[in-house]
């Protein structure tokens, strides 16, 4: 019972806190001349990868790298790049219709190409054995490819659309910062708190560790960049919503795999490799298509609906 009251309220918690984010963003951005690209990309996306960030690395401290630690590094990335845009169609299809298009440009396109060659270099190092080389070595790479990627969203943001924040924070930079930092504490706390009440009920019903971590911890720590998401795409500031999308994926794809490897955590069980072989499929599947109608995004659903399936009978 304390478990479901737990998730309850931090689900309340997680819906109210990332309504203040998204606005705070917007203010802060606003203030300080910086276009959707950073605000999205970098400012929103970085921000609210903290909780799937800190997973992995306790999963590390406290000797979980090989089912929690692994899991959470690889069940991340599958959530956003299917279920979570998914959700994205689901919700703009009243406002759209069938037809309608989610606004994806060169600046998102190049978040997911940055994931794709730097989960596709984490997943090598997986199935290749190199017990010769220290952790660090095989993360410097993924650690300079995203230093890189964030200089490239830096620089190019001259050309991104400005923000307008809401009325209650125009021309208050500080209190922007101030609701960012409040906002992203609350986000945090609640997430943990899923997170506690998702394992009590995991180990209520038994379910496996890596299963546990594949699906239900992301469920959680990634809840924040669903619903910031989706109060941009109601608001029609689609670089916003896929832009901490795109740029929570960019961020998984080098830091996540980093902690990985330099802890020495990889899982080769066929439940990450199979979670890894859908996320890149997935991500291929949008670097495809230029325009990401909402018959693209749609069938993302099904995708992860798929991949539940057979995880549970590989499980």
Do not use: N
């Given at each position: 019972m304390l478990a479901l009251l737990v998730l309850i309220a931090s689900l309340l918690l997680v819906l109210a806190s990332s309504s203040l984010f998204t606005h705070s963003v917007e203010a802060i951005a606003h203030k300080h001349g910086l276009g959707a690209g950073v605000a999205g990309s970098l400012l929103a996306a970085i921000s609210t990868a903290m909780p799937e960030t800190i997973v992995p690395l306790l999963a590390l401290v406290q000797g979980h790298a090989q089912s929690i630690g692994t899991g959470a590094i690889?069940?991340?990335?599958?959530?956003?790049?299917?279920?979570?845009?998914?959700?994205?169609?689901?919700?703009?299809?009243?406002?759209r219709g069938w037809k309608g298009v989610l606004k994806a440009d060169a600046q998102i396109q190049g978040d997911l190409k940055i994931f794709l060659l730097a989960y596709t270099y984490a997943l090598l190092l997986m199935v290749i054995p190199h017990a010769w080389m220290p952790g660090w070595v095989g993360a410097m790479p993924l650690l300079i490819a995203f230093a890189w990627h964030t200089w490239h969203v830096v620089y190019h943001d001259k050309h991104s659309e400005t923000l307008e924040p809401a009325?209650?924070?125009?021309?208050?930079?500080?209190?922007?910062?101030?609701?960012?930092?409040?906002?992203?504490?609350?986000?945090?706390?609640?997430?943990?708190?899923?997170?506690?009440?998702?394992?009590?009920?995991?180990?209520?019903?038994?379910?496996?560790?890596?299963?546990?971590?594949?699906?239900?911890?992301?469920?959680?720590?990634?809840?924040?960049e669903k619903i910031n998401s989706i109060f941009w795409v109601r608001r029609g500031k689609d670089k916003l919503a896929l832009g901490n999308i795109s740029g929570a994926l960019a961020f998984q794809g080098c830091i996540l795999p980093a902690i990985g490897l330099w802890g020495g955590g990889w899982s080769r069980q066929p439940l990450t490799l199979w979670a890894a072989a859908v996320t890149l499929l997935a991500v291929l599947w949008l670097v495809s298509h230029r325009v990401w109608s909402l018959r693209v995004l749609l069938p993302l659903n099904g995708v992860y609906l798929a991949y539940w399936v057979v995880a549970w009978r590989i499980s």
């Open positions: 690889m069940g991340a990335p599958l959530m956003l790049s299917t279920l979570t845009l998914g959700l994205l169609a689901i919700t703009a299809w009243p406002q009325a209650f924070l125009h021309g208050y930079a500080v209190g922007g910062w101030i609701v960012l930092v409040l906002a992203l504490v609350v986000m945090v706390t609640a997430a943990e708190g899923l997170v506690w009440s998702l394992q009590q009920l995991a180990d209520k019903y038994r379910w496996p560790p890596l299963l546990m971590a594949l699906f239900l911890v992301p469920v959680a720590t990634e809840l924040p």
